[in-house]
């Protein structure tokens, strides 16, 4: 069965609270869907990290389609050396993104997730949240407070992994697999849609499922949107920026894209 895929995307603000346009990218594929969501910047000689999402992703779409089934950790360090040969991208000095990306073949549906864009598994198995929690934990602990902190734990074995310009990074993906007949749905979010689960607590993930079915994804964003509003200066939920990019996309292998979890 193919699924249905139904996506929604929102630009937040810059740092200095300005409009700007979103830095998270999705592509969907025959059989993939990529989610990539670039990290700001606070250096402007570097180029922003939308423009490496973009690339990043172009070049791991372009890898899937010419080899749909290869393994999605080699595809990933590919494509990592490839937009870093090809612009002269140097490690520590470079923009970064994260990954998350599903791919679904005859008999399961894997999932790959570098730094904080999750990857949410649907079905049998019940409610399947593949996430990497080395950012959040190293925040928890004030050991991000400057962009120094970030430099010198991004890609280490004491910080957290990124797509940046070091290849090696993509084996230090979180991954999952699943049975293709046990899998009902897939959900995949940038952390401007996640942080309505894992900070501000406004659903779970299984009624992230169950709007997303009923109103479509943009219901799930505009609730982030509306807390966020609520709390303009960060008071109640302690944040970077008043509002981040939103990328949310349905994976939906039920037949008719309507049925929720038993």
Do not use: C
């Amino acid at each position: 069965m193919v699924p249905e895929i139904v996506i929604a995307e929102r630009a937040g603000v810059g740092a200095d609270g300005h409009p700007r346009p979103t830095e998270d990218h999705v592509v969907v594929l025959d059989n993939a869907v990529l989610l990539l969501d670039g990290a700001t910047s606070s250096d402007p000689s570097q180029p922003p990290g939308g423009w490496y999402a973009e690339r990043l992703a172009q070049r791991l779409a372009d890898d899937l389609r010419a080899a749909p089934e290869a393994d999605l950790t080699d595809t990933l360090t590919g494509a990592i050396a490839k937009v870093t040969s090809e612009n002269a991208l140097r490690p520590q000095r470079s923009p970064s993104s994260t990954v998350a990306a599903v791919r679904w073949l005859d008999n399961r549906v894997d999932a790959l997730v570098l730094a904080d864009s999750p990857v949410v598994g649907f079905g049998g198995f019940g409610v399947d949240v593949v996430s990497d929690d080395r950012l959040a934990r190293l925040r928890r602990r004030g050991m991000l407070q400057t962009g120094a902190d970030v430099r010198r734990r991004r890609n280490a074995h004491d910080g957290f992994w990124v797509a940046e310009a070091d290849p090696g990074a993509a084996a230090h993906a979180v991954r999952r697999s699943w049975r293709r007949t046990t899998v009902d749905a897939v959900v995949l979010a940038s952390d401007g849609v996640s942080i309505g689960v894992d900070q501000y607590e406004l659903f779970d993930w299984r009624e992230v499922l169950a709007i997303t079915r009923a109103d479509g994804p943009d219901a799930v964003l505009d609730a982030v949107r509306t807390a966020e509003k609520q709390d303009p200066d960060g008071e109640r939920w302690p944040r970077p920026k008043r509002h981040d990019d939103q990328a949310l996309v349905l994976i939906d292998f039920a037949s008719g894209g309507i049925q929720g979890l038993p």
